[in-house]
């Protein structure tokens, strides 16, 4: 496959970014879209042109770290897959692709296609853990009944590997579908009920701070998310926030 | 330590969904109301008369009504500055029809049309209500004897470009109506997996039924002129 690609380079925090083009050619249609963009960097390294930065570490959609806005939609045209399960055979010969980083205020571009998402890394410190003490004396799991039905609840919820599409593709830069996740996965669970009414509060109010918009209930995000966590969890977070709001003692 | 309700995103948003659903219901009972209009004149007068003169209508629902109105415009437009700062650079290349439809995505666009609408309809029919009862003091409902209100429905749906106007609105209104109905349940809360696909079903009825009901009763007028 010959394709010409639209990428995004900038060179650090400060100064403004924009487009270039690059072509690249002999693109096998198995490869992946980070493969294909070793490629590309191989080739501009061989021009002495400096090589487009871009995220990624396990390349087997478990990390989250990829995040590339592929031809206008978050992970590219395919579905529940991130970046590096995006495969060429999704893409025509001659195509061009549109590669542009993570667009949100609270995810600021730090080079070409990374983006700064240690927001998300504060909203989980504000309250995403349970303190349960886990180190030794640790209970067997059939002794605490949980409903199987909220066991799966919860576990849907915390396949969440954070990698950002939802922030990516909402038209306001929400933030809603991740938050949703990170306290529904313990509000379902018995050892997240310690904590439940302070953790939503937190987490709702540290997203905020950090500069998300609000959620339109557009349902992109449950489209693009590549672990396909749905916006009922959006509900069960507004269920959470106002029931702690008319609740909570502190 | 929290923000509290109205100064959290979900918060607000659930605030916009409680003044959505007031909205929702005001504008059924508004509906019915109307449709007397085209049933019998003389019930539709009845009505307007009771609901025009009602001193817990008039002074306590109307301005809550007022309120409400106010609220849910202000507040969609405070969110939606909120969130188109929330990314200040936009992409080169973006798809959203992929993954959500239109009016989701729009509800600024349709709220405006619908409150420029708003505009010429209380020109129309709530400014001329206020001039005759509170500045000229007439609430007698009566015009050389007999009630005024189906008479001055009925004589402002001659003008075809106001119908023109009128249906055009309520199209826009249809719009938001759909998208908004579902959403209002979401934001404050409530999704279920067997009354949800209801909910959405209800919406879509209630975004054909109502605009296109208020169209019906607007083409009726206009073309029942003797």
């Known amino acids: ?250 | 330590m929290s923000n509290g309700l109205s100064n959290s995103s979900v918060g607000r948003k659930v605030l916009m969904a409680l003044s959505g659903f007031f909205l929702l219901f005001f504008l059924m009972q508004h509906f019915v109301i109307n449709l007397f209009s085209v049933i019998s004149a003389d019930l539709f007068n009845e009505i307007s008369h009771f609901m025009g003169t009602n001193g817990l209508i008039q002074f306590v629902l109307q301005p809550i009504l007022i309120f409400g109105f106010l609220f849910h415009l202000a507040m969609g437009m405070y969110l939606e500055r909120k969130n188109s700062a929330a990314r200040p650079i936009k992409y080169a290349m973006d798809k959203p029809s992929e993954n959500s439809n239109w009016m989701s995505r729009n509800m600024l666009i349709t709220g405006i049309m619908v409150m420029l609408f708003l505009g010429l309809h209380f020109y129309d029919f709530w400014l001329p209500e206020i001039k005759t009862k509170f500045i000229e003091g007439d609430w007698s409902g009566l015009n050389n004897g007999e009630f005024r209100y189906w008479e001055e429905l009925h004589h402002k749906f001659q003008d075809i470009i106001r119908v023109s106007i009128y249906c055009v609105a309520f199209i826009f209104l249809g719009l938001h109506l759909s998208h908004g109905f579902q959403s209002a349940f979401q934001s404050a809360g409530f999704n279920h997996n067997k009354y949800t696909p209801i909910i959405k079903k209800l919406a879509t009825l209630y975004a054909i039924i109502i605009p296109f009901g208020f169209i019906f009763i607007a083409l009726f007028h206009y073309f029942t002129q003797n």
Not at chain 1, 26 to 55: C, R, W, Y
Not at chain 1, 82 to 88: D, G, N, P, S, V
Not at chain 1, 185 to 195: D, I, K, N, R
């Open chain 1, 1 to 250: 496959m010959d394709l010409t690609l639209k990428v995004w380079r900038q060179k650090n925090r400060e100064e403004k970014g924009g487009l270039e083009t690059y072509k690249v050619t002999g693109i096998s249609e198995h490869a992946s879209f980070l493969e294909m963009l070793d490629i590309m960097n191989e080739q501009l390294i061989k021009e002495g042109t400096e090589p487009v930065a871009f995220d990624y570490d396990c390349r087997e959609g478990i990390c989250g770290t990829c995040s590339l806005y592929i031809n206008g939609e978050a992970h590219g045209p395919d579905r529940k897959v991130t970046t590096c399960q995006l495969h060429m055979r999704m893409f025509k010969d001659g195509e061009t692709i549109y590669i542009e980083p993570w667009r949100s205020a609270a995810m600021p571009v730090i080079k070409d296609l990374i983006v700064d998402r240690s927001s998300f890394d504060r909203i989980q410190q504000s309250g995403g853990f349970v303190s349960v003490n886990t180190s030794g004396n640790t209970q067997d799991a059939n002794a605490l009944p949980i409903p199987k039905m909220n066991a799966d609840l919860a576990f849907d919820a915390a396949a969440c590997i954070g990698c950002g599409a939802c922030v990516a593709t909402c038209k306001n830069s929400s933030a809603m579908l991740f938050v949703a996740a990170k306290v529904s996965q313990f509000a379902y669970l018995p050892q997240g009920q310690v904590e439940a009414k302070q953790r939503v509060l937190n987490m709702v109010e540290q997203m905020d701070k950090e500069g998300f918009g609000n959620c339109t209930n557009t349902g992109a995000c449950e489209v693009e998310c590549p672990k396909s966590i749905s916006i009922k969890y959006i509900a069960k977070m507004n269920r959470e926030f106002l029931s702690a709001s008319c609740s909570s003692e502190s």
